[in-house]
């Protein structure tokens, strides 16, 4: 399990980008190392504006294909790539070396391998615009695509590698989820076991849920104790000198039979495991609520909320009905939307991003009133009258706003 | 010819961005329509950051297909061709329809066409970054390319072509310019005559040297009057009822012979036109000089000075040459190599940009310093000591720093 997991968000406009809110990425940041979720145009430059270390990046996950999610991810790749191949990986100004390399310089002398995951179309992309730029990185890298079927996934031959391009996966679907007809692929990548499923829109687009791993529960060696060293002796003609040892097997969830007969059942001394953190992070869509079913507990839902029936719009004679229809219309959510597939699979806490550029994003108070409208509207379908007083929290993103996602309380011994 | 003409640096860093300084463009404005010169990532937030109408853009003009150079290209398209097609121009946090319209929308109703111009390969990352996207525009594109020789300049087919793209044309070189290998190809683009040349880099890299057209001399009418009022009756008796007419003839360079005799002779009445503005903007070089004859008395010279040996370097045991060397390895200039090149040309006004990200571009008195000693080593090989005292000068852009261009003094009658 992992100690601490935090969410840095680098951009959170939709398709316009405004002065205060740049094009689509946020950072996933555990234990120190980065995960990239979408890499719209200025990713590297919002990574530079923050205190994320651009050497710390590991793996780059793309939701969909759209311009606002990924022309930043060539760039970010030739940038990430210098970073992890030099020594100093601060960001901001800090080249060491008195001569800048240049793009096509080529020092691929790190072992460093960036993993980078996305739809069909996302290595064709990556491969044409470091072919047509004549980019050299100094580290390698790996394009996963997740395939509907076999025959899209044909695998790269060695031709159509780029020089610093390891051959990557072609994952097929598992099988559909939930009860619509969206596909879901399973990876297991260490700190997170990571369910990626179809959404829809208008193009081709994923979610990632991300499920740590629970953390195995603590033995009460107190109330154990008695038991062995009245077994003491017993144990040590059996040649079993430390008895605590005996502890790892009643850990593992097996039960103990002393000499004396005494029997340790596990559940008598351990208390139950605490769960890992799930998140869910969405790419842009017009209805999420067919992958429900496997983002159930989440601990943070990210949902997009593109268009909002404002008070403003209201006095302009608009209903949320007719922009909730626009809206879907052009592939996109609403924050009610937002707010109903986090009750549906009972979020903990609801991120909102993925703005018109008519939401500004900055600490002005008119801003701030703007989204805590776009806030409001999310919590009228998010928390009902008639829900039990359980802490649910609606966030509007910021660019470069950090959340951290909390570890889940312990469950005590039941 | 134009009233005014300014240049705003959108981006001034080289390969890797720091937090002052982004990817290279610059915003050349001229009678309120703008053109860009490359479009590194994040040109489009650059430019919703300046006070630059995007819906003004009408040509973006590429040096070369490094990635800091133009992976902002695809994006700035699609943004750029928002605006064309909405009512607001307006920069910044402006969009009018409550429903923000997704990338994918086509409502291909203005008939604006964005004209792009740069090496061979810039359609085909175009199109490529377009098609991977599922990018529509609201407008239509054209990519004009210079090719060196007829057989790479193998028209577009039509099946080729993007949904909004409209067949571009391939130029062929025009001849060797100057002393070195350099091809040069000559557009007439109305305001500006643009002359382009590929100049010395790691892959191939083009310089834009635009002509503005001069103003034609004005009449000395004062002086004309008596002659006319002289010969007004007889005037009026071949049918010339308003004598004023004639200036047109004088103006368009005739003699005009009055009923008297009297011969009116253009160089007695008429000064000498205005010359109108040079402006030479280079991309990535590490030797600009084979260029030099075709950029003579340029108005002002763009050049990059990706390095420099400064007095930092220095005390760390570096010397001027041996960095030169490096630079000159990797593709780019020192300051020194931009002030050789504008003292050759005789330019009135030498701008730095291209800057390593160690050059920071803030206001902070400890990185304008930095920026007055790149500036000093450029002066030292600019101005020389037995110069007459003429007006020249070396400028170290900031992103988003704007410079007038100076319209050229008239030259009093002779």
Known sequence: ??????????????????????????????????????????????????????????????THLHGDHVFGLPGLLCTVSQKQGAR?????????????????????????VIEIYGPVGTRAFVRNSLRSSCSRLPCRF???????NPETAESSTEADLHPEELPGRNQIAD????SGAASLWSLDLGVFAVQVVSIAHTVPSLGYILQEESAPGNLDVASIQPHLNRNANALKAQGIRNPLS??????????VTLPDQTMLVPDDFLSKPTPGRKIVILGDTHDSMAVAPVCMGATVVIHEATNACLEQDRQNGASAEEIEVKTIAHGHSTPQMAGRFARAVGA???????????????????????MDEIRQLALSTYLLPE????????????????????????????
């Open 175 to 178: 099988s559909p989820c939930g």
């Open 348 to 370: 903990k806490l609801l991120i909102l991003n993925h703005f018109s550029s008519r939401y500004k994003g900055d600490e002005s108070p008119e801003s701030m009133l703007v």
């Open 387 to 414: 829900d039990p007083s359980e802490p649910r929290e609606v966030i509007t993103a910021r660019d470069l706003m950090t959340v951290v996602v909390p570890r889940r309380p312990k469950r005590s011994k039941s």
């Open 142 to 148: 790996r394009v996963h695509e997740f395939h509907d």
């Open 246 to 255: 005996l502890l790892a097997k009643l850990k593992a969830g097996s039960t």
């Open 88 to 112: 100093d990986d601060a960001p901001g100004d800090g080249d060491s070396d008195a001569v800048e390399d240049g793009p096509t310089q080529n020092n691929s002398s790190s072992g460093t």
């Open 1 to 62: 399990m992992a100690v601490d997991i935090d969410i840095t968000f680098l951009g959170t406009a939709s398709a316009i980008p405004s002065r205060t809110r740049s094009h689509s990425s946020l950072a996933l940041r555990v234990d120190g190392s980065i995960w990239i979720f979408d890499a719209g145009e200025g990713t590297q430059h919002q990574l530079v504006r923050s205190d994320l270390k651009l050497g710390k990046i590991e793996r780059i996950f793309i």
